[in-house]
Every structure is written in C-alpha cells, then in structure tokens.
Nanobody, 124 residues
Framework: QVQLVESGGGLVQAGGSLRLSCAAS????????MGWFRQAPGKEREFVGG????????YYADSVKGRFTISRDNAKNTVYLQINSLKPEDTAVYYC?????????????????WGQGTQVTVSS
C-alpha cells in the first residue's frame, strides 16, 4: 500500500503563491504515477495535474496550465505542487493521489491511493 499526506495549504491573497507537499510512504516510489486533484465546496473533484514519480512529461488541466507545476524531492519522498498567480477560483481542498499502474487519460484517472487533502483559500 501507499500512504499519502498533503500539507502546505493556507490563506493567501490573489496573485500570491503556495507550494503544496505530498509525503509518500509504503513502497518504491519510482514505480508510481502521481496526480493532484482539487475539490471546491459544492463541486465535484477535478483533475489538476499528474506525472510519474520518476519524471517525464507532466499534464495539467487547462484551467491551471502555466501556473501550476509538479516537482519532486526523492530524498524526502515528497511530491510538490507549486501554485503561482493564485486566483480566488483556485480555492479548494487539494488532494494528491497515486497508482502503481499507469494512470489513464493522461494521468486523469485510475488512482488507487489518496491523501486527506489540504485547504487552499485565495482572497481577493
């Protein structure tokens, strides 16, 4: 199994930046596909971005492309989501996810493991 714990959320003004962390444990992480999702109040969970732990091309939702970047620190077993130029519509609980098999639909589907989420609130 894989355990995932998100952190790094908080309250920030529009135009600011945050870096969310997803600490992983429980297996060899190089075999994982990783995804970031978010869920705003009253809305369905939506895909933000995804990549392989080992690197390679990352894919992002159109709504965040150019502002969000996924990275990793292998020594800390942690995947990051850097969020720049924050907008009020970015307000949501952000979740990281993982699967031991290739994720489908350009990392949008197929995840088996989920973290508890971290709240991001963007003020005007």
């Amino acid at each position: 199994q894989v355990q995932l714990v998100e952190s790094g959320g908080g309250l920030v003004q529009a135009g600011g930046s945050l870096r969310l962390s997803c600490a992983a444990s429980g297996r060899t992480f190089s075999s994982l596909s990783m995804g970031w999702f978010r869920q705003a109040p009253g809305k369905e969970r939506e895909f933000v971005g995804g990549t392989r732990w080992s690197g390679g091309s990352a894919y992002y939702a159109d709504s965040v492309k150019g502002r969000f970047t996924i990275s990793r620190d292998n020594a800390k077993n942690t995947v990051y989501l850097q969020i720049n130029s924050l907008k009020p519509e970015d307000t949501a609980v952000y979740y990281c996810a993982a699967t031991i098999r290739p994720a489908g639909s350009y990392f949008r589907t197929g995840y088996d493991y989920w973290g508890q989420g971290t709240q991001v609130t963007v003020s005007s």
